[in-house]
Structure formats: structure tokens, C-alpha cells
Nanobody, 112 residues
Framework: QLQASGGGLVQAGGSLRLSCAASGNIVRVNIMAWYRQAPGKERELVASILSGGSTNVAGPVKGRFTISRDNAKNMMYLQMNSLKPEDTAVYYC????????WGPGTLVTVSS
């Protein structure tokens, strides 16, 4: 149902744009989100967005990452700027409701 893409290897200070494609209509999906899981760490919330466009971005990435969604295209995005080595992780997109629906992640590696 969800497929993240756009990950890769980038130098510190660089940018990447992740995309999340949903197989169905997302207009009724109230909350969509990006999570990430770094090696040896628990999965953590990066950013979330409501169907109306309101967003919430986690402290460590605030001011650097921007979440957006296009309900007409059934897509969600994560623009990541000023990347740091500590941003290295597998990034997952998700539907957030009574339960969380995950898609396969995409690996982001930031070299110093």
C-alpha cells in the first residue's frame, strides 16, 4: 500500500527528497507520517501531516526537514536539507490511525 523512495548516499550539508506513493486514495487518511530507524536505535517519528495540511516536525529535524502531501496524486514527500550524519537511517512512510501501516523503507546515508 505504501512505497517510499528517494533515499541514497549524500554528503553532510546536502539535500534529498523522499517520496511515498500510496496505492489507494489518501484523501480520507487523516494522518500520514515519516519515521526513521537508525542502526541500533528504535524507530522514531520524524514528521507528520494531517489531511488538511497541518504539519508537525520532530525537534532534531525542525528547520531542516519539510513534510508535504498531494492528496490528488496519493503522494507524500519529505524534503530533507542540511543533512547531518546523524540523519543516517532507514526512512519509512506510514498511515497513522488506531494502528500504524508501514511501507518498506528507503535508506538514507549521510557521509561526513
Amino acid at each position: 500500500q505504501l512505497q517510499a523512495s528517494g533515499g541514497g548516499l549524500v554528503q553532510a550539508g546536502g539535500s534529498l527528497r523522499l517520496s511515498c506513493a500510496a496505492s489507494g486514495n489518501i484523501v480520507r487518511v487523516n494522518i500520514m507520517a515519516w519515521y526513521r530507524q537508525a542502526p541500533g536505535k528504535e524507530r522514531e517519528l520524524v514528521a507528520s501531516i494531517l489531511s488538511g495540511g497541518s504539519t508537525n516536525v520532530a525537534g532534531p529535524v525542525k528547520g531542516r526537514f519539510t513534510i508535504s502531501r498531494d492528496n490528488a496524486k496519493n503522494m507524500m514527500y519529505l524534503q530533507m536539507n542540511s543533512l547531518k550524519p546523524e540523519d543516517t537511517a532507514v526512512y519509512y512512510c506510514a498511515f497513522v490511525g488506531p494502528s500504524i501501516t508501514w511501507g518498506p523503507g528507503t535508506l538514507v546515508t549521510v557521509s561526513s
